[in-house]
C-alpha cells in the first residue's frame, strides 16, 4: 500500500514536520508498543518474557548513521531492544547508501541471505530503507524480486516510520518511497552509541549536483536545523557524558544559507563558524569536529575560528576529487586546483598542526592519464594525512552517467593502485613526523583485536592504541607515540 501523508507544516518554518504530525507518529509507537507487549509469546528471542530485539544495520556516510541513531531511537520507544546479528531478530532494518554501486550490491547480497531465515521465522519483519530506496528502479527490484522485504521507505519518509511499521504489523507490504523536500523531524530522541562521541547533525540534503554524485536526488535540498535544535542536542549530549561532537552535514560550509532566505520570526540565524564557536561553550564538551566541507564555500571565517578555538579540532576533511581543472569542470565541482591549493596554503599558514584529508575519485568519465598525472601531483602538493578514494561508479540519473569513459577499466584499476602507493608513503611519512610527540588521545574504547590495548584518537581524527586499562575508556590521556604506521599511531601513557 501507499501512505498518504499529513503535511502540515511548522508556522514559520516550512521545512519541519509539524508538531501535530509528530504526535500522530507518537500515537503509532504507542499503538505499536502495546501490540509487541500483547504478543510476548510470538517474539523469536530466546529468552521467556524478553523484549523483542531489532538489528539494524547501516551503510554508507555518517549522516546515515545519524539517521539510524533516530530509527534505533523509535524503536527503543517502540519496546525494542538491539541485537547485533539478524539471526533471532524480530525485526531486521537495513540502512542503505546509494553513492556507489558496491554498498548496493552488499545490501542486496544481505537482503536474498534473508529469505529462508524468514522462512524458518515468518514473524520476522524486514525493512530496507535510507538513500537506495529513494531510487525508482531499486524500489521496483525489491518490490518485485525480494517479495520477503516487508517495508520499504525512503529517506523522506523517516518521520513516518512507526505508522509505516504499524501497517506492516496489520499484514501489509508497505512502499513509501515518495520524493518531496523538506523532511527536518525533531521530537525523537537519537538512541546513540555509547559515549564518548556524538553525531549532531546540522544539515540534511545538498545542492551542489556535482555530476556524479546522486546524494541531491535521493536526499533532497539542503535544509538546516535551528541553531536552537542543535544547541539542545549539544547540551543533552554533554550531560550524557560525551566528551566530543562532530557536526554533521553534506556541505556544513553553507548551513543556515536556507534558514536565511526564510521568514523565520524573531529566531536568531547563527553562520556556520558561529554555531561552532557557540558549540566550543557548552561546558563537558571538549571537542568539535565537522564533516564536510565544500572547498568552494571555505570561509576565512571557518578557518579563523579553528584557528582560535582550543575545541576545534586542528583537522579539516576538504574532498578535492581530482588534481585536472578539465575534470573538475566536467565534475561541475565549480573550484580550480589553484583556487584549492590557495585555500590549503592559508590553512596550512594559520594552523601549522592540521591533519588534512581528502576525497579522490579515480576513473570519472574522460579522465585521461594525463589528468590522472594531475591528481597524482595535487597528493604530493598538499600531502593529506590520510585520502578516501574511490573508483568511480556509474549512478542512474545523474549527468556523468551519459558521459563517455577514455580509459579502460584496466587502466583505472592501475592508476588507482599507482595511487594507493603514492599515497601510503605520504601517509607514514607524515605519522612517521609524530614519532616521541606527547599526543592528547580521547580514549574510545578496547582495540577489537587485542582485550589488553586501548584505543582512541588524537587531536587530527588519528587512531592510537596503547596499553591500558579500559576505566580510562571516556578519558583524555597523554600519549607518547613509539611506533608509526601507514593507518595508525602506537604509544604509551606518559599520565
Ligand atoms: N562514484 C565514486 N565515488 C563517488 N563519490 C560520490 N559519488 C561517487 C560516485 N558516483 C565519492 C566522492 C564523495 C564521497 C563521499 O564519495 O568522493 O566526496
Ligand atoms: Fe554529492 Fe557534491 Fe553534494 Fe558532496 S557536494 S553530496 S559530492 S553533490
Partial sequence: MQIESDQNN????NKYISHEEMERQREFIEKIRLRLEANRENIV????????KAFVETYGCQQNESDSEKIKGMLWDMGYDFCDKPDGADLVL???CAVRENAELRVFGNIGALKHKKRKNPNMIICVCGCMMQQEHIANT????YKHVDLVFGTHALYRFPELLYEVMKNERVFDTKNEDGSIFEEISFKREKPPLAKIPIMYGCNNFCTYCIVPYVRGRERSR???NIMKDVREVAEAGYKEVMLLGQNVNSYALDLLKDERGDETVLSFPQLLREVCKIDGIERVRFMTSHPKDISDELIDAIAEEPKICNQLHLPVQCGSDRVLKLMNRRYTTE???EII???KERIPDITLTTDIIVGFPGETNEDFERTLDILKEVEYDTIFSFIYSKRVGTPAASMPQSLTDEEIHANFDRMLAVQNEISKRKNEARLGRVEKVLVEGVSKTDPNTLTGRNEGGKVVNFAGDKSLICE???????KAQTWSLFGEIVK
Avoid: H
Wanted: aromatic residues 8%; glycine residues 2%; charged residues 30%.
Fill in 10 to 13: 511548522n508556522k514559520n518554518n
Fill in 476 to 482: 583524555f590521556v597523554d600519549v607518547k607515540i613509539t
Fill in 339 to 341: 583556487k584549492y591549493l
Fill in 45 to 52: 528471542s530466546d529468552q521467556a518474557g524478553a523484549k523483542p
Fill in 94 to 96: 537495513y540502512n542503505t
Fill in 345 to 347: 596554503k592559508k590553512v
Fill in 142 to 145: 525489491i518490490k518485485q524480486k
Fill in 226 to 228: 535551528s541553531a536552537e
